[in-house]
């Protein structure tokens, strides 16, 4: 059973091949990313449609054929554009990988990045010529999702190099401005309270427990939980706990009224009322279906 959760504890890779290719085809009015974090950097591609995709609590209107890129232990996310179709590819991977002792890369480019201190453009837009030779290197790397070839490894390696040269070659290296520490505090509290969420989902929460777990005013974070989730925490962990029970649903062995137990809901009219607003359908019309889908 695959149940995401917000914060991504699933392994990008192996230990000694630490990359992640993942393909997403989203349907007209499904949503597009939920917001999570990893500690790995990412490269993502829209391949075709468009979305919205937030980076912290900056936004990028994206594009076919236009690529981002996401800085490790960043909260990211995506959001629908008109409730539009979007497929979009991920490379995610390892920065250390990349890296190694004494070598003039590492020490120029790759160590300020892992530090912080140097970072590349995080939108390349379809009208420059960086966006294209991105999108055309990273395409092939994206195809080597399934592959079998013995040669991947080296492959999304020399590939993730050209990926870099590309932002050196067009100047696209940025110095990251210092965050203040307030917003580096801030960010770091709200990751506590969501994997504090993760852990305890199945069992009542309230906005006074979650603020004491980020050192917050019940107020000033629930601003700040919307700000970064574009979502209240209420419909944060009501859409969490609705998803972990489509999950177990797709198991036939659960009854409906266990996995709304299960992913928290000790109101079963409730439970079906939310269930059937982000699937439309019934629950037990979900858990009957043939090949009912996992989350």
């Not at 490269?43 to 075709?48: D, N, P």
């Not at 590492?106 to 892992?114: A, D, N, S």
């Not at 395409?139 to 050196?168: C, M, N, T, W």
């Not at 004491?212 to 209420?234: L, Q, W």
Request: charged share 20%; net charge negative.
């Amino acid at each position: 059973m695959d149940i995401r959760h917000l914060r991504e504890n699933r392994r990008h890779g192996s230990p000694d091949f630490p990359v992640g290719i993942y393909r997403m085809v989203q349907a007209a009015g499904e949503p597009i990313l939920d917001n999570h974090w990893h500690e790995e950097a990412e490269f993502l591609a829209v391949e075709s449609g468009e979305a919205i995709f937030q980076i912290g609590l900056s936004t990028y209107h994206v594009q076919a054929g236009e690529v981002l890129y996401i800085p490790g232990g960043e909260l990211h996310g995506g959001y629908a554009v008109n409730d539009s179709a979007c497929t979009y590819a991920a490379l995610v991977f390892n920065l250390d990988w990349l890296t190694g002792p004494g070598d003039g890369a590492t020490l120029r480019y790759f160590e300020p990045m892992q530090r912080g201190q140097l970072s590349l453009q995080p939108h390349a837009d379809a009208g420059g010529n960086l966006a294209q030779a991105l999108f055309r290197h990273l395409s092939p790397l994206i195809e080597l999702e399934h592959a079998q070839d013995p040669a991947k490894p080296l492959r999304l390696k020399a590939g993730l190099f050209q990926l870099f040269a590309e932002y050196v070659s067009h100047d696209s290296f940025v110095r990251r401005e210092p965050r203040s520490p307030i917003d580096t505090h801030t960010q770091e509290r709200l990751k506590s309270v969501l994997t504090y969420i993760d852990l305890h989902y199945s069992r009542k929460l309230t906005i006074k427990e979650l603020a004491a777990e980020a050192g917050m005013s019940e107020g000033h974070f629930t601003r700040v939980f919307k700000s970064f989730m574009r979502k209240t925490p209420v419909e944060y962990i009501n859409l969490l706990r609705i998803r972990i029970a489509a999950a177990l649903l797709s198991d036939q062995k659960t009854t409906v009224g266990e996995a709304a137990l299960e992913s928290g809901f000790d109101n079963f009219s409730y439970f079906c009322k939310l269930f059937r607003t982000v699937y439309q359908c019934t629950p037990s019309e979900y858990r009957n279906r043939d090949g009912a889908a996992n989350v």
